[in-house]
Nanobody
Framework: QVHLVESGGALVQAGGSLRLSCTGS????????LGWFRQAPGKGREFVAL????????SYSDSVKDRFIIARDNDQNTMYLQMNNLNPNDTAVYYC????????????????WGQGTQVTVSA
């Protein structure tokens, strides 16, 4: 089991940028595909972006495509989410999660959830 901790959430104005980090412990993250998910107030958790074990393939939800970039540094046991051109609809708690194995799989196969980091975008 891997333990994941998110950081980097903040209050930002619309049009601004943030970079979230997800750091793992307990096991090396190179054994996992990783993903970012978010949960807005009053809504269910939704997929944001996924990345394979070596960063060779990525997947994004339509709502963040062309604005967000998922990346990872296995030497640092860390994954990132660069978020650009933020808008109020991006306000949510952002979570990272892992899927044991090299393939990306489907978003419902992810677990070992972190505690989340709050991102708030003001208009």
């Amino acid at each position: 089991q891997v333990h994941l901790v998110e950081s980097g959430g903040a209050l930002v104005q619309a049009g601004g940028s943030l970079r979230l980090s997800c750091t793992g412990s307990g096991r090396a993250l190179r054994h996992y595909a990783l993903g970012w998910f978010r949960q807005a107030p009053g809504k269910g958790r939704e997929f944001v972006a996924l990345i394979t074990w070596n960063g060779g393939d990525t997947s994004y939800s339509d709502s963040v495509k062309d604005r967000f970039i998922i990346a990872r540094d296995n030497d640092q046991n860390t994954m990132y989410l660069q978020m650009n051109n933020l808008n109020p609809n991006d306000t949510a708690v952002y979570y990272c999660a892992a899927r044991l194995g090299y393939a990306m799989g489907s978003s419902d196969e992810y677990g070992d959830w972190g505690q989340g980091t709050q991102v708030t975008v003001s208009a």
